[in-house]
């Protein structure tokens, strides 16, 4: 039997922001985990840093403007390690990868940077996964809550190393719990993935309508863009 998703390689991504404004607000930490761990870059978003986002991850002006690095080295770096990551086939696992996802491209872009080839990236994301597995479930479903459901050790809460390696462990623990997930393949994971998180946005904005509230989901998935 030919190597399931879940016991191979992964590249875990996460980010730390100004912000939820995917079109305006700036990566201020990014991590990437392998097999052999985490790496961390601190980036100086050349903005300042909302107190509210402040109080979430612990980061402030004062920090990234010491100890921060260049967003243009540093978010390029990173984009290749991605990029290399999608060339040879490794799924790329993020937590709400919508977010993280389209916030750095739209960095990229402004940075005049090159894309990773976006379309042929293998996305896992636990998120949309726990909702799909264990769709009624009743209380939160953050990375910690989701995390702690699924038994995941999640050190470091709001670091993006600490989110990202959480994220990988819940990425396996959840593909070995069901073979609904575990049995495909990542490239039809992506697939199944992107028409799941459609289907959920899509309940959920029936269910806002019902409620009288004019609210829209995305449903695009993993680039809302």
């Given at each position: 039997?030919?190597?399931?998703?879940?016991?191979?390689?992964?590249?875990?991504f996460?980010?730390e922001?100004?912000?939820?404004d995917?079109?305006?607000?700036?990566?201020?930490?990014?991590?990437?985990?392998?097999?052999?761990?985490?790496?961390?870059?601190?980036?100086?978003?050349?903005?300042?840093?909302?107190?509210?986002?402040?109080r979430?991850?612990?980061?402030?002006?004062?920090?990234?403007?010491?100890?921060?690095?260049?967003?243009?080295?540093?978010?390029?770096?990173?984009?290749?390690?991605?990029?290399?990551?999608?060339?040879?086939?490794?799924?790329?696992?993020?937590?709400?990868?919508?977010?993280?996802?389209?916030?750095?491209?739209?960095?990229?872009?402004?940075?005049?940077?090159?894309?990773?080839?976006?379309?042929?990236?293998?996305?896992?994301?636990?998120?949309?996964?726990?909702?799909?597995?264990?769709?009624?479930?009743?209380?939160?479903?953050?990375?910690?809550?989701?995390a702690?459901?699924?038994?995941?050790?999640?050190?470091?809460?709001?670091?993006?190393?600490?989110?990202?390696?959480?994220?990988?462990?819940?990425?396996?623990?959840?593909?070995?719990?069901?073979?609904?997930?575990?049995?495909?393949?990542?490239?039809?994971?992506?697939?199944?993935?992107?028409?799941?998180?459609?289907?959920?946005?899509?309940?959920?904005?029936?269910?806002?309508?019902?409620k009288?509230?004019?609210?829209?989901?995305?449903?695009?998935?993993?680039?809302c863009?």
């Open positions: 039997m030919s190597e399931q998703w879940f016991t191979g390689p992964l590249l875990g996460d980010t922001t100004t912000g939820v995917v079109a305006g607000d700036r990566i201020v930490q990014v991590a990437l985990v392998t097999s052999e761990g985490p790496t961390t870059w601190l980036i100086d978003p050349g903005v300042p840093i909302p107190p509210g986002a402040s979430v991850h612990g980061i402030t002006d004062e920090q990234v403007r010491s100890e921060g690095g260049d967003p243009k080295e540093v978010l390029a770096g990173v984009a290749e390690q991605i990029a290399a990551a999608i060339a040879a086939e490794v799924p790329l696992v993020a937590f709400r990868a919508g977010f993280d996802c389209t916030l750095l491209s739209y960095e990229l872009e402004r940075h005049g940077l090159p894309q990773p080839e976006w379309h042929r990236a293998a996305v896992v994301d636990p998120s949309v996964l726990d909702k799909r597995v264990d769709r009624y479930r009743k209380g939160k479903r953050t990375l910690g809550a989701t702690l459901h699924y038994g995941v050790a999640h050190a470091e809460a709001h670091s993006a190393g600490g989110d990202a390696e959480a994220t990988v462990a819940l990425a396996r623990a959840i593909g070995a719990m069901y073979p609904e997930v575990g049995g495909l393949t990542a490239r039809d994971l992506h697939d199944s993935q992107v028409r799941w998180h459609a289907e959920d946005a899509a309940s959920l904005e029936a269910y806002f309508r019902r009288g509230r004019e609210e829209t989901v995305e449903r695009r998935w993993p680039l863009k």
